[in-house]
């Protein structure tokens, strides 16, 4: 893979293997892995084409980074809040600084249009600035209890609790939003004084591994944030039931329920997949609706867990609002990311080939293509599919992708019924200039986060963020992220009975 930024140099540690394949980072150097093997990206653009090479490393090599990690941690954990917050900061500015080559790599790794791809670094180092911050907040502060609050106790005991590290926390982020959600992760493992080990997708490796490399160029301790790289069909069981794991946060797919069952006694927060619907009820603005669901079901080719992903319109207003939405997705620029296009390829032809078979079997079943079907390789044009029904496979799957299915609905029970069968359970959003109605809507959908007269959306980063059923585990969000990857300690002191009377 080959960049333009000016910022390459700032990457050459990891990029210099034999070969041209990148290196994976264990207690602060970036060396090859021993087995002479290499894990290939692709770009999802290009056919296909070869983009990257990553180092493959074996179970001896996952040993010893977890070491490293568990190693390091415990110093760590007795650093100073504010050296913490220090060294995040310095991470951020680092990110701010050498964007280019993270940008770069977004746009050829994972389809990610140029203007997006920047927003995700700059959002990134927002979002480690504030992590610390809030950091020294939270974590600076303990409770304080008396026992004599708890009725027939005396005043002969005090607890101190505080907040405390939980060791080595597994990071393994999605391949749409590596850089963010790594650091979304990483960073308020780091603030609370854990270690981390981070396990890179293949699509956006590079671009995790930049990260990366702004941390360990920040000054944290060599083997306070390690990263392996390789097959997750060969590593992946091996690292999440690691002994040395006391912590997992994971965003995907199926691969996260996977994962759940098989972790044994250890902290977990996941985020996994979504069927977000849009309800959008009769008094609705519906230009406000339209622009919210192209917005929402469109961006970044629809490859967003929070994505619009299925839309419940009552009857009356079926009609209008689709012409409004159809009229908004003629809009769409349909091309290259480098071109900062909206909609560009998906991430793999399997994936590609997955929303093609959507779309057959609801035309075959009767389902009206607003657009006119169009692929070329990985790349697919933005379509609205109408008259969805609930024995067609779109109304349930989860496309990851440009396509999006409406269904009518004659009133509330019927909307609730769509979101609710779900299996998911990520978010969902109601518009509705009825606010009674929109949350008593809300009340009753079983989703982590409805959004009112808005598109589903993960941020703002510090609100919290969760998923019910088959969409997660936990929740994130900065400070529930730093409460996941913490535990209470509690120290009591029981006090001997004065030899005095108070009077």
Request: aromatic letters at 6%.
């Amino acid at each position: 893979m080959t960049t333009s930024s000016s910022s390459d140099g700032f990457y050459a540690e990891l990029t210099n293997a034999e070969g041209g394949a990148l290196r994976y980072a264990v207690n602060g150097a970036w060396r090859a892995s021993s087995s002479d093997a290499t894990v290939e990206s692709v770009n999802p653009s290009r056919a296909n084409a070869r983009a990257n090479a990553f180092q493959a490393c074996t179970r001896a090599e996952v040993d010893e980074a977890f070491a490293g990690a568990r190693a390091a941690q415990g110093p760590w954990a007795r650093t100073p809040l504010h050296e913490r917050a220090s060294l995040l900061h310095r991470a951020a500015t680092l990110m701010r600084e050498n964007a280019g080559g993270m940008v770069s790599a977004l746009m050829i790794e994972v389809a990610k249009g140029a203007k997006e791809s920047a927003t995700e670094v700059e959002r990134s180092a927002d979002l480690i600035d504030y992590t610390a911050e809030e950091g020294v907040r939270i974590l600076g502060r303990g409770d304080l209890l008396m026992s004599d609050s708890f009725p027939g106790n005396d005043r002969n005991k005090i607890c101190m609790a505080s907040n405390v590290p939980v060791g080595v926390v597994l990071c393994i982020p999605p391949f749409n939003y590596p850089v963010n959600l790594c650091v979304s992760k990483v960073a308020p493992a780091l603030i609370a004084g854990n270690a981390v080990v981070v396990k890179p997708p293949t699509q956006g490796c590079t671009a995790t591994l930049h990260m990366i490399h702004c941390f360990i160029k920040a000054g944290f301790p060599p083997g306070l944030i390690q990263a392996v790289t390789g097959r997750g069909g060969e590593i992946g069981d091996y690292l999440t039931t690691h002994p040395l794991v006391n912590a997992i946060s994971f965003t995907g797919g199926e691969t996260g329920i996977r994962v759940a069952q098989k972790a044994g006694m250890v902290a977990l927060q996941t985020e996994l997949g979504g069927k977000d619907a849009c309800i959008v009820l009769p008094d609705a603005d519906l230009e406000l609706a339209a622009k919210s669901i192209v917005k929402g079901g469109f961006s970044y080719s629809g490859q967003r867990c929070t994505a619009v992903k299925i839309v419940a319109v009552f009857e009356e207003v079926a009609d209008e609002l689709i012409g409004k939405v159809n009229e908004r997705i003629a809009k769409l620029s349909v091309g290259l990311p480098e071109d900062d296009a909206t909609i560009t390829a998906v991430v793999s032809k399997s994936s590609a080939d997955f929303i093609q078979s959507l779309v057959v079997d609801a035309e075959s079943k009767g389902a009206t293509l607003c657009q006119e079907w169009k692929r070329e390789d990985n790349l697919i044009w933005p379509l609205l599919i109408d008259n969805v029904t609930h024995d067609m496979k779109i109304c349930w799957e989860e496309p990851f992708g440009p396509v999006l299915p409406v269904v009518r609905v004659k009133n509330e029970n019927e909307a609730l019924e769509l979101v609710n069968k779900s299996r998911f359970g990520l978010q969902g959003c109601v518009f509705t200039r009825d606010i009674d109605r929109a949350i008593r809507l809300s009340d009753a959908m079983q989703t982590g986060t409805v959004q009112i007269n808005g598109p589903p959306a993960r941020g703002p980063d510090h609100f919290p963020f969760q998923g019910v059923k088959d969409s997660g585990i936990g929740s994130q969000g900065i400070t529930n992220s730093i409460k996941v990857m913490t535990k209470v300690k509690s120290t009591v002191i029981n006090l001997a009975k004065p030899s005095y009377t108070i009077a």
